[in-house]
């Protein structure tokens, strides 16, 4: 049985509310129409643009066996042996711009060595002489292992602590060889 509501607590005329349920006479309801949507499935991101082959090359510079380098303090700076032994003071004010930056926060030790070859060899195609690793505070692994994963690589001239504008502590900026 239904419950009849009062026109008057609605603020419906009674002549409206007769027209309404003359209209809706014989009505049904509808069906449920709808379908849920389905995910597409996710595709695996895949780099194209660097052959196994190629990946392997790139990364045969890099040991994680390899300390070369120990930091003696909060900044770190090395330059290669036989070149200019101011090149550090320049990349320490900032003299020399860098061209790209790779950011490696959040990646495994693994991850940011590709990464970190890739960054390489893309500035030795591109004739980049200067890039930006950003390998972040943290509790200190990749800070740890990017110098000595640089100081292997021979077209890494220097690298000192980036400026404040580049990130400080958690980030080098890296001076590199061109081709001439």
Not at 28 to 40: L, M
Not at 134 to 149: D, S
Request: charged fraction near 25%; charge should be positive; include cysteine.
């Amino acid at each position: 049985m239904q419950k009849k509501v009062s026109v008057a607590s609605t603020g419906i005329s009674a002549e409206d509310s007769q027209l309404f349920r003359q209209s809706i006479t014989g009505a049904q309801p509808i069906a449920q129409d709808k379908i849920p949507p389905v995910a597409p499935p996710r595709k695996k991101k895949r780099r194209t643009d660097v052959s196994s082959k190629q990946l392997d090359e790139n990364l045969f510079w890099f040991s994680d066996e390899f300390e070369g380098y120990v930091a003696d303090g909060a900044n770190l700076s090395w330059v290669q042996s036989g070149d200019d032994p101011h090149l550090a003071g320049r990349l320490r004010r900032g003299e020399v711009q860098p061209a790209v930056v790779l950011d490696l926060h959040g990646m495994t030790t693994r991850e940011a060595k590709i990464e970190l070859a890739g960054l390489l060899a893309y500035c030795e195609k591109q004739q980049f002489n200067c890039a930006c690793v950003v390998h972040g505070k943290g509790l200190g692994i990749l800070a740890k292992k990017v110098p000595n994963w640089l100081i292997q690589h021979p077209n890494v001239r220097a690298f000192h602590t980036a400026p404040k504008s580049w990130g400080k502590h958690g980030a080098l900026l890296l001076l590199l060889k061109t081709a001439a």
